[in-house]
């Protein structure tokens, strides 16, 4: 694991990770429960693991690029590396919950949405870097 920049304070750190911890623990809360929650949409699970999976991933690339010294498009693969680690592991608890199921469709949902964040996050940072 890349070491913490020198100018990174453990308090920057902590706000750094500190909407990741929040996030994985909402996804977990949720994930645990016996019934999902929700509101009467077509296909809304695939939706509510894409933008739960993305979120995790844009606050992940925010932390790995924050408090790592490392090149953006390696700050990219951690985030995105942590963010399958926690689909499949949310699947895997899923498998234990009585009324919820494993489902490989589920992590391709969620790592579709952690793809496009940090896609649109990288291309949002060259473009505000580089305006035209």
Known sequence: MPAPTASTSVRDRIVLWLPVALCLAAIFTFAARPSPVTFGLHDEDKARHLIAFGTLAGFA??????????????????????????TVAVEAV?????????????????????????????WARHRIARPA
Not at 77 to 85: I, N, P
Not at 107 to 120: E, N, R, S, Y
């Open 94 to 122: 899923q498998l234990h919950i009585p009324g919820r199921s494993c489902e490989l469709a589920d992590i391709v949902a969620g790592m579709a949405g952690a793809v496009l964040v940090v896609a649109l996050l990288l």
């Open 61 to 86: 690339l925010r932390a790995v690029s924050g408090s790592w010294r490392v090149p953006e498009c390696l700050a990219a693969g951690w985030a995105l590396g942590l963010t399958l680690v926690c």
